[in-house]
């Protein structure tokens, strides 16, 4: 007998009928034991839990449900966290409850200092109060902190306020794969096999790096708006080596399970969900193995395919006996025609014996990709001919926007109008205009930059404002001073009013920029952004990797790509992109955009991985001063343990040295891939050195001119008594500037040398300076403070950074 039924089609986002023998579907609900958490006795350590999520959007960390006691996800909140709605913890500012459950609750939180949606889990309190828990926890979650994969939900930040202890992570707007079973019923086999694909690869990931998840199942795995699967909790797994016990008595694991309902879990246990628990999980948490990801992502699969576990029951013990002992039911007992080849695949992903599975999460995701007809992650993915033609159409149509012929006159009308005012300011002598037209030059950017990155809150926009949020308090000191030094400047050379006055043309500018040739652009270039975007998504959802898909925008994008594919996968995977082409094939012509952001780009990263090392060092010492403290050792004892700990701990860590090796890595790479700005950069260090011997040459001239000494002159220009009526050139200042020079020329530095650089300048020319500029304000005394005070400053750059451990 066979009926008609539904399988849920993501990619067309509707239902296709087929007709299948008919069986029951056994969808699971909220109480369904299937997809509820019981956690196995163990040994103390941390383990994950998954939470419920909330209506609408995901957090990114939802699954199981709350523990007795507290609110479900949706509601106010748990009775103790509910005074923290619309309270700022550490820079986050809680805006509402996604979850809650036995770990705590998630919050939907907004990141200050990035200007960025964050899912933010505080830990119960019953956490907080042992200090060697919290000690633990942070040691793990700061090692799951390094795992960087588009499969994974990135975890932010570990921290904690007072009592507060907390982890930011990666907010994920979109649904689990288990809400979409429980909304739409069973998806097709292959999509079923996309979704779990994609979790494989961020297992691998994780797996490589030496991180179990131990929790895997449809509550666990988001998918955002793009189909990308994102595997949740990764932050709270256990890692392969650090699995630690303490000696707390056993619990009696089977009298435990009769008596307890799934929905209920006690303390100090290892976690796990029944329906999707590998059997020697159940055994000893303990002992586990990547393995045990597999069966559970297997189990996974099993549930997208047929709408219900591999195993049903009714209370936790019930499951786990069936696991351990049930054969498996054949997927095709649910679904009418499954092909041979998957079906061996999940049966091969659930065997009983962990060695009868597949080695390792690769073999598992070569198997899904060969069913699927897809490449792997850096294998020959061959994108049909229609999806070429349809990304080199929008690719084209992107680049054909007419608003971008009006972008570039409007830009080559400014710098046109900035370099003639320059010219007529410099032969009219008037230092007035020539202060505006500067003023104008950095004013009106700087309001576009504003403008543009409240309006779209990019990638630099939100860099920046990271970076000034971020800031110790020395920095905020430079920062005034700086502001301090270039108000004086102003005043003295008499531009306060030009600048008033331009800074509000170039606000004026600013927005007639944004709203006639930014807004009609970016309206014009929507559609080929979205059309692109879907197809994408399809592509993902049938199993093709992400860097097969980065790769394939890349190569078939055109010669003008960047713009194009940093709109579609964002500023950092275009810099990989192009590293990546250029390694690859130099033969066809690639033009490059907007280089002038990348030396920023990369010392915004410096600044930022500096700041999270020196923040997670003061974490860990923190926790491990706490934990010392607890033990019975001395305050300051505990101190100067805990920061020899902390500084050891990330040393030790396998996960931040591959992260800087990979950080240099990129850096030479992009580096190589850049001559002419090394030959721009050799030839800017070789001027230094040639102007620095001149002034030292001059300088010794001068000196041997006041005693009678006879020197050739060249063409009159440098004559000794020239060169030392020109300014402080033939005095000990000359010298210093001279000296300042050569040494700045072995700087790799850009901004100090650029001080010393106008410092000399002001101190060899200062006389002609304050002839032409005829400003009362610019005497001989002031260009003397300005030049010593620019000279002082470039040097100080250069060796502070050399001592901080930068380069020189």
Known sequence: ????????????????????????????????????????????????????????????????????????????????????????????????????????????????????????????????????????????????????????????????????????????????????????????????????????????????????????????LLVNDQGVVKIADMGLAKRLRDVETDGREA?????????????????????????????????????VDTRADQYSLGCTLYYLCAGAAPYQGTTAFELISKHLNEPLTPLTVHVRGVPPTFSRIIERMLAKQPEERYPDMEAVIGD???????????????????????????????????????????????????????????????????????????????????????????????????????????????????????????????????????????????????????????????????????????????GVAEEALQDFACRFSGEVWEAFFEELFGYEAMILARGKWAAADKIKPRRKHAVLRDPIARWLDAVEEARRTARERRQLARVEARRLKAAGVSAAEASRQAAEAATRILAADPRKQARDVQRRALAEQARLARPSRRRWAFAFRLARAVAGLAMLGAWSASLAATQDVQLPTLGGLLTAEGYFGWGWGGTMLGLVAGIGLVISAFSSRTLGPALVVVGAALAAFSRVIVEWADRPQLNPATALLGSVGLLALGLALSVLGKLAGQRF
């Open 1 to 220: 007998m066979e009926e008609q039924s539904s399988v849920w089609c993501p990619r067309c986002a509707g239902r296709l009928d087929v007709f299948e023998e008919a069986q029951p579907t056994v969808l699971p609900t909220a109480e369904d034991p299937s997809d509820a958490p019981t956690r196995l006795p163990e040994p103390a350590g941390v383990s994950a839990e998954g939470l419920r999520p909330a209506a609408g959007p995901s957090a990114a960390a939802a699954a199981a449900p709350p523990a007795p006691g507290e609110t479900p996800a949706g509601g106010s909140g748990p009775r103790d966290m509910a005074h923290l709605l619309g309270r700022v913890v550490d820079g986050y500012r809680i805006e509402k409850l996604l979850g809650a459950g036995g770990m705590g609750a998630v919050f939907l939180a907004h990141q200050l200092s990035l200007d960025r949606k964050v899912a933010l889990k505080l830990l119960p309190a019953r956490w907080a109060a042992s200090a060697e828990l919290m000690a633990r926890f942070t040691r793990e979650a700061l090692s799951a902190a390094q795992l960087n994969h588009h499969n994974v939900v990135q975890v932010y930040d570990v921290g904690n306020q007072g009592d507060l202890y907390y982890i930011a992570m990666e907010y994920v707007p979109g649904e689990t794969l288990g809400d979409m079973i429980r909304r739409h019923g069973r998806l097709r086999l292959d999509d079923a096999a996309g979704f779990a694909l994609q979790a494989a690869r961020g297992l691998k990931y994780a797996h490589e790096r030496g991180i179990i998840h131990r929790d895997i199942k449809p509550a666990n």
């Open 251 to 287: 619990l009696d694991r089977e009298s435990l399970l009769r008596e307890s309902s799934p929905e209920l879990t006690a303390h100090r246990v290892a976690m796990g969900t029944p329906a999707y628990m590998a059997p020697e999980q159940a055994r000893d948490a303990r002992s």
């Open 368 to 542: 899904l990709e060969a069913y699927l007809g897809v490449g792997g992650e850096k294998g020959p993915y061959r994108p049909r001919d229609q999806h070429v033609a349809i990304l080199e159409a929008e690719a084209a149509r992107y680049q054909a926007a007419p608003s971008l012929r009006r972008r570039r006159l409007a830009l080559t009308g400014f710098f046109a109008m900035m370099g003639g005012l320059t010219v007529v300011a410099v032969l009219l002598r008037n230092l007035g205009l020539l202060g505006g037209t500067i003023g104008l030059a950095a004013l009106a950017p700087a309001a576009h930059f504003v403008i543009d990155g409240v309006r779209g809150k990019g990638y630099f926009f939100r860099r920046v404002r990271s970076l000034f949020f971020g800031m110790p308090l020395k920095s905020w000191a430079v920062v005034l001073g700086g502001t301090v030094l270039g108000a004086g400047a102003l005043y003295v050379l008499g531009w306060w009013i030009p600048w008033i006055l331009v800074g509000a043309v170039g606000v004026g500018l600013a927005v007639a920029y944004e709203r006639l040739v930014l807004k009609p652009l970016r309206a014009e270039r929507a559609e080929p952004i979205a059309t692109t975007q879907a197809l994408l998504k399809e592509l993902r959802l049938r």
